[in-house]
Structures are given as structure tokens and as C-alpha cells.
């Protein structure tokens, strides 16, 4: 298995435009996890999903982010507009709910908001 | 979930044994004891976990405390690629749903010296 596979890799744009950051779990894992990076506050748990169906969005900053898991191969993060301060890497884990429940991450996105 | 205590940074000579502490004092009886690792531009890794019984694989060993408060990751022959920062984190085993999440704090630093 490839693993968990996050695009783009790097992202820069300008404060106001539209942010999609994509992933594709491992197949056959029924969690799908959203995190956030940044110096300032360390690695931050965004949102979660369980068989494509979100569980827990607590994480999201604000309404500006937003999540989506059209089928299980597949989910997104939206910012919409975006701003300087989201600027982060941002990650993409999956797992199974069998044995220790460890959780495989991607390479990350690294964005930059300017 | 418990909290856990780490040193923020921790040196180790390479081929040598590096030992990273991990104190969780109120740890309750259904929390396991997980470890990841993030080497620098990368996702976070998986090591190990364990709930009260010392815990070996290909990657480290884990030692557990009989009153399970503390912890230590043992990398038996630390190299230059170790280099990275180390995470401890409790939590319950199984579905994130009835867990929580997996919260990660400031980590050690392990730097791996030639």
C-alpha cells in the first residue's frame, strides 16, 4: 500500500482565495483524521470521520473551514476565504478500529497564506 | 485523556541506547501508553504501545512502571535518522468515538549526535 497520500505537497496563495487540501486513506481504514500544525500551537486534532461520516468537528477553527469524505477513499479541507494566520501544515491520518488503533499519517500540505 | 510530562530535548551518541522518559501520573487503568515519533518535514510515525506489560518491536522497546505512572522508550542502537521529536500519549485503546482524541504535546527532541 502506497499509504496515506496528501496533494498538493505545497500550497501558497493569497489571503481571501479558496483553499482545497485533498487525501486518500489507506484503503480498508474506517477513520479518517484532519490535523493542523504550527509552531505556535503543535500538532491540533481539526476533525475526524468514521466510514465517511463526520464525528467529531470541534477542532475547526471557524466557519471558514470545512470537511468533507465523499466516499472512503477520498476527503477534502476547504478554506474558504483563507487568511495568513491559517497558514500550517496541515495532515492527514488514517486507521483502523482493530488492534491499537494506530494512526497512519500523510506527508502533509505544507500552505502559506500571504 | 491523562497528561504526560516529557524533557523538551534529550542527546543521545549514535550506536548508543537512547532512553526518552515519560511521566503520566494519573494515568487511569484503561489507558495505554502510545509513542510517536515525527522526523522533521514528515508525518507523525507510530512506534509502540503498551498497557502495563513491557512491549517490544522492530522499532523499540517500551517499559512500563508497575504502577504504571511512568514510562520509557528504549531505541536499543540509536542512529542519525532517530533524529526526531518523540511523543507520549495516553489513551484508550479502540474507537476514537468512546476515547478521545489523540492529543499530542510538546514531545522530546532527540537529537542524535555522530
Known amino acids: 500500500d502506497a499509504g496515506v497520500i496528501q496533494s498538493p505537497r505545497h500550497e501558497v496563495t493569497e489571503m481571501g482565495q479558496e483553499v482545497t487540501l485533498r487525501c486518500k486513506p489507506i484503503?480498508?481504514?474506517?477513520?479518517l483524521f484532519w490535523y493542523r500544525q504550527t509552531m505556535m500551537r503543535g500538532l491540533e486534532l481539526l476533525i475526524y470521520?468514521?466510514?465517511?461520516?463526520?464525528?467529531?468537528d470541534s477542532g475547526m477553527p471557524e466557519d471558514r473551514f470545512s470537511a468533507k469524505m465523499p466516499n472512503a477513499s477520498f476527503s477534502t479541507l476547504k478554506i474558504q476565504p483563507s487568511e495568513p494566520r491559517d497558514s500550517a501544515v496541515y495532515f492527514c491520518?488514517?486507521?483502523?478500529?482493530?488492534?491499537?488503533?494506530?494512526?497512519?499519517f500523510g506527508p502533509g500540505t505544507r500552505l502559506t497564506v500571504l | 485523556d491523562a497528561k504526560t510530562t516529557q524533557p523538551p530535548s534529550m542527546d543521545c551518541a549514535e550506536g548508543r541506547a537512547a532512553n526518552l522518559p515519560c511521566n503520566h501520573s494519573?494515568?487511569?487503568?484503561?489507558?495505554?501508553v502510545y509513542w510517536y515519533r515525527q522526523i522533521h518535514s514528515q508525518g507523525p510515525q507510530y512506534i509502540i504501545h503498551?498497557?502495563?506489560n513491557n512491549e517490544t518491536n522492530e522499532m523499540a522497546s517500551l517499559i512500563i512502571t508497575e504502577d504504571r505512572k511512568s514510562s520509557t522508550l528504549i531505541l536499543p542502537h540509536a542512529t542519525l535518522r532517530d533524529t526526531a521529536v518523540y511523543y507520549c500519549?495516553?489513551?484508550?485503546?479502540?474507537?476514537?468515538?468512546?476515547?478521545?482524541?489523540?492529543?499530542f504535546g510538546q514531545g522530546t527532541t532527540l537529537q542524535v549526535k555522530p
Open positions: 470521520f468514521n466510514n465517511n461520516v463526520p464525528i467529531d
Open positions: 503498551g498497557l502495563k
Open positions: 491520518a488514517s486507521s483502523r478500529i482493530a488492534g491499537g488503533n494506530e494512526q497512519f
Open positions: 494519573t494515568i487511569s487503568g484503561n489507558e495505554y
Open positions: 500519549i495516553v489513551r484508550v485503546a479502540g474507537s476514537p468515538s468512546n476515547t478521545g482524541k489523540l492529543i
Open positions: 484503503s480498508g481504514h474506517d477513520y
